[in-house]
């Protein structure tokens, strides 16, 4: 395929449908950034192109040859959160929207990311780059680019990730840790005729989720700080019977690591209870002095004419295991809205300038290297 404008590529990308779930579509959307870069890359036999499969989650790592450690990665993962009709799968564009199933999360950026790798790989065959694409973020990560970095050993200087929530005009600093956990809460069952003969396990599991809320504030939903969420309750066997089991989730994001102590201290600490851990990453930070942010702060504001600032996020990224590794992310976005759902849209002007910005970006950091 010869080379598209960005719009026409990210239209390209969208009409894949790569949900994570669809391992088959995820290689297809993988297979077709190869051949466009080899299509559109003087070069290409310079480069490796590094397929990484891992449980059924394709992942590819583009660089030159001998670059065992890129200056530079662009990151991107091409995975998207199931949509609830093939129609989102056709893009539309109006009013300076591109509308489409991951056309801001993240298809916008993977784009952009392919443009810009193209250019700068045309200049010099030998640049200190690398393009990363992983086929699993949207559902935590742990095929994609936690394999890559512990069991692959993949390593850079500085990550580029436009996978923010926010536009251009911001530069994520934080962003909270998660922990799932599952409780079970155990009690006796009895005839629902007869509930003082049993313990209904529903009430122990109330009794439980009321106590948990006591360590979270009910401050400003706006500001910075650990949430708590009961996303699922199983219990009950029949309508007319005390149950003797309770199962519930629990989805906590952190700011700090002492609130995950608190919490567990108190389950172990209660009866009548079983919990399990079943996904925990740390929470996101960097500090705004950081060389790379500094840099590409300045660039920012230079091509919006406009300030561009620090701040936190109340979701996640790949970006904390990066940070495990003391890897530096410049995690910034792309204007977008309805994320995951059905009118998902990205601002074609951002778009533009995003990467008229990562272009600027990548001159300057392969400069100093």
């Not at 891992?54 to 670059?67: D, F, S, T």
């Not at 393009?131 to 200087?157: C, F, H, P, Q, S």
Request: net charge negative.
């Amino acid at each position: 395929m010869k080379r598209l404008k960005t719009q026409e590529l990210l239209v390209e990308l969208i009409k894949i449908p790569s949900e994570s779930a669809n391992p088959k579509q995820v290689k297809r959307a993988i297979n077709f950034i190869i051949d466009y870069l080899k299509e559109n890359i003087q070069d290409h036999s310079s480069l490796e192109f590094l397929e990484f499969d891992c449980k059924e989650c394709h992942n590819l790592v583009v660089r030159p040859k001998g670059i065992s450690k890129s200056k530079l990665t662009l990151y991107s993962h091409i995975d998207v959160v199931k949509a609830d009709n093939i129609e989102q799968y056709t893009p539309i564009i109006k009013d300076d929207k591109i509308y489409g199933r991951g056309s801001g999360d993240m298809k916008s950026g993977t784009a952009i990311e392919i443009q810009t790798f193209i250019d700068q790989l045309n200049i010099n065959p030998n640049s200190s780059l690398a393009l990363m694409i992983v086929g699993d973020e949207e559902i935590g990560g742990m095929n994609g680019i936690r394999y890559l970095l512990a069991e692959k050993e993949y390593r850079t200087d500085c990550v580029y990730m436009p996978d923010s929530g926010s536009g251009l005009d911001t530069i994520i600093t934080e962003q909270k840790g998660i922990l799932f956990i599952k409780v079970t809460a155990k009690g006796v069952a009895s005839h629902g005729s007869r509930p003082h003969e049993g313990k209904n396990a529903i009430l122990k599991a109330f009794e439980v989720i009321n106590k948990l809320y006591t360590f979270f504030e009910e401050s400003d939903p706006t500001k910075y700080r650990s949430t708590i969420n009961i996303s699922q309750i199983i219990s009950g066997k029949s309508f007319n019977s005390v149950p003797d089991s309770c199962e519930f989730t629990i989805d906590i994001r952190f700011t700090e690591i002492s609130k995950v102590n608190q919490i567990l201290k108190f389950l172990e600490s209660s009866n009548d209870l079983k919990f399990e851990t079943l996904l925990f990453d740390k929470n996101f930070h960097i500090e705004k002095e950081n060389t790379y942010l500094q840099q590409y702060q300045k660039i920012a504001k230079s091509t919006l004419e406009s300030d561009v600032k620090f701040k936190f996020e109340h979701g996640g990224s790949d970006g904390r295991f990066f940070q495990n590794y003391q890897i530096p992310c410049v995690i910034t976005g792309i204007k977008k809205g309805n994320t995951h759902g059905e009118n998902e849209w990205v601002d074609t002007e951002e778009l533009a300038l995003a990467e008229s910005i990562l272009k600027d970006f990548i001159t300057q950091t392969l400069e100093k290297s």
